[in-house]
């Protein structure tokens, strides 16, 4: 049974929205942070934590990346959306990939500014 709410959860942050969509072709890297963004990324929960929910910025750090890493990587894997390989720096799709598959298919089309293949069936039960 596939949880809508996951799907659209899923599909709100553009950057697990773009990882989605790419997943579509095949595995995908997703480099480590480094420099400025691995120390504050290793340098303590609580203190990443706050720098996540934070409007401020460190102007070396690589906010897309400590994100990516905390926040969007570990919430699609909890969905089931993708598995990730953290010793290989490797995303792949998930054993629920297949819920979020015909959605990331209208994005895609969406974005290559095509029209959708097939009708938007809209279930109204």
């Known amino acids: 049974m596939v949880n809508h709410d ?5 599909l709100a ?19 480590k942070p480094s420099g400025m963004s691995r120390e504050i990324a ?4 609580n203190l990443l934590q706050n720098h996540l929910a934070s409007s401020q910025t460190i102007a070396e750090a690589d906010e897309d990346s400590i994100g990516m890493h905390h926040i969007h ?5 909890e969905y089931g ?4 390989d953290r010793d290989n ?15 990331l298919r209208l994005v895609a089309e969406q974005q290559d500014g095509r029209r959708p293949k097939s009708p938007v069936v809209i279930d109204r039960r």
Request: proline share 10%; hydrophobic share 40%; aromatic share 8%.
């Open 73 to 77: 990587l570990p919430k699609l894997e």
């Open 6 to 10: 996951n799907v659209f959860d899923a």
């Open 13 to 31: 942050a553009s950057h697990r929205r773009q990882l989605l969509v790419q997943l579509l072709s095949g595995p995908q890297d997703v480099p």
């Open 89 to 103: 720096d490797l995303v792949t799709q998930g054993p629920r990939f297949d819920e979020v598959r015909p959605s």
């Open 81 to 84: 959306f993708i598995e990730w």
């Open 42 to 45: 290793e340098a303590d929960e």
